[in-house]
């Protein structure tokens, strides 16, 4: 399975910690990593090891760099065009919220100079917080959304981007599409993206949510994802008032999920945000199609949707993983978001004392393996395996001026295990570089400053 010697010209020794399927934290002390040509990794090897593996691939002692790494982060769930008003306006419940503040922003994406400026910052902000993954929303606007394809093309970010569908929107008749328009269009974005043969941003079929899409419209884009082989994103159960307006909109459907279902939107690349009500008949209808969850507790909580009990979900098997959710995340750090994530497991235990809390290494799997396992990407990225991208963060968590001090006591050294559970803790500051399939991304080139 290893690449030949003369492909192999990257190599890294040190701490990698990352998670598998069967171990949420895994942890590899003095390991030696080699990247090859393609950027994906060729081997992982002991660093006691490193005079015999010089040799059988060829390379200098002098050419291994010392490091602390972990795997690049996956966003599940962001909206690049809200970035705008990121961290204000969150004065409102869901609905209220999309009306007043999100609709009338969102509209503005038709000015093409704004959208860079915008996508731009989006996509620079989320690889500096170090993700290397995102699933980005952009607007109904297909040259927008193509620019967002662009940029993300341009900076390194592996990235799924989706042209939003929607042509039901009686709060904001300005910011809709007719059914037919909604569906060229997103035929014209799904072509000219793929047309531009991007290594790592891919398009995704974007339905807003079922209650801004007539029944024709969900079918031509369950129709449209089947067709071309591509994922699919969506919103689902996030608040009370939505779940009752899609039975009132739906009432031959027996639940949200099973609205979806109906038109073929549910499948094993589709992700589906938020969550906090389905009921297990519907999570087993996930796991049943193979659908996914993004939990994005930064939301939830700042627009009061709700609580996801991701405990549940796992029971379930039903694949999960983190989103920023931005703006109804005022943070679009996936740090940010493992934080709430196990703030809002504590709140149910408060709630229930029984309830089994997540725990600091379920919550790291959730967002790095577990984001790769819900957007169907685990085969190219989400920890380090033979075969698979090197996307990865090179973190320092006592880096100057960062938000972390490191206490040591009488002890010469602080354990590896209490570096790793800081990192929760820690902020853009502490990751020194990023990589996105062996390539470094961050620190930004001239080229990319611009």
Not at 160 to 184: F, H, I
Not at 193 to 220: D, H, I, M, N, W
């Amino acid at each position: 399975l290893c690449a030949p010697p003369a492909e192999v010209p990257l190599f890294y020794r040190g701490t990698f910690v990352h998670s598998t399927p069967q171990t949420p934290l895994l942890i590899l002390e003095d390991a030696l990593l080699g990247v090859n040509t393609h950027g994906t990794i060729a081997f992982i090897g002991e660093g006691k090891h490193v005079k015999r593996l010089s040799q059988d691939f060829k390379f200098s002692l002098s050419d291994v760099k010392q490091m602390f790494f972990m795997p690049g982060m996956v966003d599940t769930h962001i909206h690049a065009p809200q970035y705008s008003y990121a961290g204000t306006a969150l004065d409102l419940p869901l609905l209220q919220w999309l009306n007043k503040y999100t609709f009338p922003v969102e509209a503005h994406f038709a000015d093409l100079k704004f959208a860079q400026q915008i996508y731009n910052q989006v996509v620079k902000r989320t690889l500096r917080n170090g993700t290397t993954t995102a699933c980005y929303f952009a607007t109904i606007h297909t040259d927008a959304s193509l620019l967002l394809g662009q940029i993300a093309n341009d900076l390194g970010q592996r990235a799924l981007v989706g042209k939003v569908c929607m042509d039901r929107n009686d709060s904001a008749k300005t910011y809709k599409e007719t059914s037919q328009e909604s569906q060229e269009e997103t035929l014209r974005f799904i072509k000219e993206l793929l047309e531009k043969k991007y290594p790592r941003v891919s398009p995704v079929v974007t339905p807003r949510f079922a209650l801004s899409c007539t029944e024709p419209l969900l079918g031509q884009l369950g129709a449209i994802a089947k067709n071309n082989n591509i994922h699919i994103q969506s919103h689902i159960s996030e608040t009370v008032d939505e779940v009752n307006v899609v039975k009132e909109l739906f009432p031959d459907s027996k639940s949200y999920t099973d609205v979806y279902n109906k038109h073929n939107l549910l499948t094993d690349k589709t992700v589906m945000a938020h969550g906090c009500y389905l009921s297990d008949e519907e999570l087993t209808l996930f796991r049943q199609t193979g659908a996914s969850l993004a939990h994005c507790p930064n939301s939830n909580v700042s627009l009061c949707s709700g609580l996801l009990d991701v405990r549940n979900v796992l029971k379930h098997k039903v694949k999960i993983g983190l989103g920023t959710d931005v703006a109804g995340g005022y943070s679009a750090s996936i740090l940010d978001a493992a934080r709430r994530a196990l703030e809002t497991s504590k709140v149910l235990t408060i709630q229930n004392p029984g309830y089994k809390t997540l725990t600091f290494e379920e919550v790291f799997r959730l967002a790095t393996l577990g984001g790769s396992q819900a957007l169907s990407l685990d085969k190219q990225t989400g920890n380090f395996e033979v075969g698979k991208d090197f996307d990865a963060l090179r973190v320092n968590v006592a880096a100057p001026g960062g938000p972390i001090d490191l206490i040591k006591d009488e002890h010469p050294k602080v354990g590896i295990w209490t570096l790793i559970i800081k990192i929760v803790n820690s902020d853009d500051r502490n990751i020194v570089e990023v990589f996105v399939a062996g390539k470094k991304v961050v620190p930004f080139t001239e080229k990319t400053q611009e």
